[in-house]
């Protein structure tokens, strides 16, 4: 039994039929861009999100990247301005920040929640810090009631990184709706995927869902006249509507990713291996399921050898890259053991009982 990371193909194949009667919409409707089925997924998102507005756009990096540059058109930030940021995110949260030639400011994050740590995120505070960017790893919704006290006593904005936690909640509020703007990615192996490349910015801040609208569309609020000197990033049609689809059944997803996950956390009974931490269901919608581990590569060659699949996520931190030359003798230390010792198991919707009994089993073996 060969066991994929992630099965997309059958994961889609489950609305095969639904998920064509959407695209044929489109090729007949003779309408791709910018049309009914972006306002309509729009609308399902932010009611999803319970946010007042949603913003489709290309991808989840320029969700980020168009949130970060409309507070820049708006005088809410200039160049310089730094950003909280944690050290052991997925690459696009940094880029974001400095495509926008704003400063991160790299803090190491909790290391039982592979999260931005609230206190560590409040010391990394200084007169030029204007955002703290959260990134909610792995699907799991960061302590955000903490982080939103903290950036309200110091006036600083919060911008959420939910490409991973679509529909993770924290006292009944989702991701996405705890910051000042959230980016979601729908990128097809995101828990909401597309067929494409696709992205949304969710927020309450009517100004600020203007101003990305117009900068992800030449910088245009009507036709023909530009306000910013914008780029072209728009959610198209044919993904909206698609999405439109898989959104409907994203909730019994995350269950059945839920599922999986308790059966490990069950079933995986090594000293070798740490478990994530999940102490309130709605939290987690395990985009990802990270286990630790010293002997990390090892474990990984061994597993492939059962015809298990598995990834690592992520194996060099950002300061490391050489896109970031500048910080590569910058030493953080629990980062980088996470990026040492972290891999991540197959998770997904349509994997069977039988599946995560054999991993457990070559886990424990092992
Ligand atoms: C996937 C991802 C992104 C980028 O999304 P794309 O749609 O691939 O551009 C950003 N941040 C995190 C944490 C992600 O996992």
């Given at each position: 039994?060969?066991?994929?990371?992630?099965?997309?193909?059958?994961?889609?194949?489950a609305?095969?039929d639904e998920?064509?009667?959407?695209?044929?919409?489109?090729?007949?409707?003779g309408?791709?861009?910018q049309?009914?089925?972006?306002?309509?997924?729009?609308?399902?998102?932010?009611a999803?999100?319970?946010?007042?507005?949603?913003?489709?756009v290309?991808?989840?990096?320029?969700?980020?990247?168009?949130?970060?540059?409309?507070w820049?058109?708006?005088?809410?930030?200039?160049?310089?301005?730094?950003?909280?940021v944690?050290?052991?995110?997925?690459?696009?949260?940094?880029?974001?920040?400095?495509?926008?030639?704003?400063?991160?400011?790299?803090v190491?994050p909790?290391?039982?929640t592979y999260?931005?740590?609230?206190?560590?995120?409040?010391?990394?505070i200084?007169?030029?810090?204007?955002?703290?960017?959260p990134?909610?790893?792995?699907?799991?919704?960061v302590e955000?009631p903490k982080?939103?006290?903290i950036?309200?006593?110091?006036?600083?904005l919060?911008?959420?990184d939910a490409a991973q936690?679509?529909?993770?909640?924290?006292?009944?509020?989702?991701?996405?709706?705890?910051?000042?703007a959230?980016?979601?990615?729908?990128y097809?192996?995101?828990?909401?995927?597309?067929?494409?490349?696709a992205g949304?910015?969710?927020?309450?801040?009517?100004?600020?869902?203007?101003?990305i609208r117009a900068l992800?569309?030449?910088?245009?609020?009507?036709?023909?006249?530009?306000?910013?000197?914008?780029?072209?990033?728009r959610?198209?049609e044919?993904?909206?509507a698609?999405?439109?689809?898989?959104?409907?059944?994203?909730?019994q997803?995350?269950a059945?990713?839920?599922?999986?996950?308790?059966?490990y956390?069950?079933g995986?009974k090594n000293p070798?291996?740490?478990?994530?931490k999940?102490?309130?269901?709605?939290?987690?919608?395990?985009?990802?399921?990270?286990?630790?581990?010293?002997?990390?590569?090892?474990?990984?060659a061994y597993?492939?050898?059962?015809?298990v699949?598995?990834?690592?996520h992520y194996p060099?931190?950002?300061h490391?890259?050489q896109?970031?030359?500048?910080?590569?003798?910058k030493?953080?230390q629990?980062?980088?053991?996470?990026?040492?010792?972290?891999l991540?198991?197959?998770?997904g919707?349509?994997?069977?009982?039988?599946?995560?009994?054999k991993?457990a089993e070559?886990?424990?073996?092992?």
């Amino acid at each position: 039994m060969t066991i994929p990371f992630l099965d997309l193909k059958a994961i889609n194949a489950a609305y095969r039929d639904e998920l064509i009667e959407a695209a044929t919409r489109v090729i007949d409707s003779g309408w791709y861009i910018q049309g009914q089925e972006v306002a309509a997924f729009e609308k399902e998102f932010a009611a999803y999100c319970v946010t007042r507005y949603c913003i489709g756009v290309g991808n989840g990096l320029d969700a980020l990247i168009l949130t970060l540059r409309a507070w820049k058109e708006l005088g809410r930030l200039k160049e310089g301005d730094e950003v909280i940021v944690p050290a052991n995110t997925y690459i696009a949260t940094i880029l974001a920040i400095t495509e926008n030639r704003l400063t991160p400011v790299l803090v190491e994050p909790d290391i039982d929640t592979y999260n931005l740590s609230p206190e560590l995120a409040e010391k990394a505070i200084t007169l030029r810090t204007k955002v703290i960017l959260p990134v909610h790893l792995y699907g799991r919704l960061v302590e955000m009631p903490k982080i939103m006290e903290i950036a309200d006593r110091h006036g600083l904005l919060v911008l959420e990184d939910a490409a991973q936690a679509h529909g993770a909640s924290l006292q009944g509020k989702k991701a996405g709706n705890w910051g000042h703007a959230a980016g979601f990615s729908f990128y097809p192996g995101k828990n909401l995927g597309a067929l494409g490349d696709a992205g949304a910015v969710t927020t309450n801040d009517e100004k600020l869902a203007q101003t990305i609208r117009a900068l992800g569309n030449y910088g245009s609020q009507k036709k023909y006249e530009n306000l910013y000197q914008g780029v072209n990033s728009r959610l198209d049609e044919m993904q909206a509507a698609l999405l439109r689809v898989k959104l409907q059944h994203l909730d019994q997803e995350t269950a059945a990713r839920r599922i999986v996950a308790k059966k490990y956390l069950e079933g995986i009974k090594n000293p070798l291996i740490t478990l994530p931490k999940w102490e309130r269901e709605e939290q987690h919608v395990f985009h990802l399921f990270v286990v630790r581990c010293s002997r990390r590569d090892e474990l990984q060659a061994y597993l492939l050898e059962q015809g298990v699949h598995t990834l690592i996520h992520y194996p060099i931190p950002p300061h490391k890259q050489q896109a970031y030359s500048d910080w590569n003798l910058k030493v953080f230390q629990r980062s980088e053991m996470i990026h040492h010792m972290s891999l991540s198991l197959p998770i997904g919707p349509g994997m069977g009982e039988a599946e995560i009994e054999k991993i457990a089993e070559l886990l424990n073996a092992f």
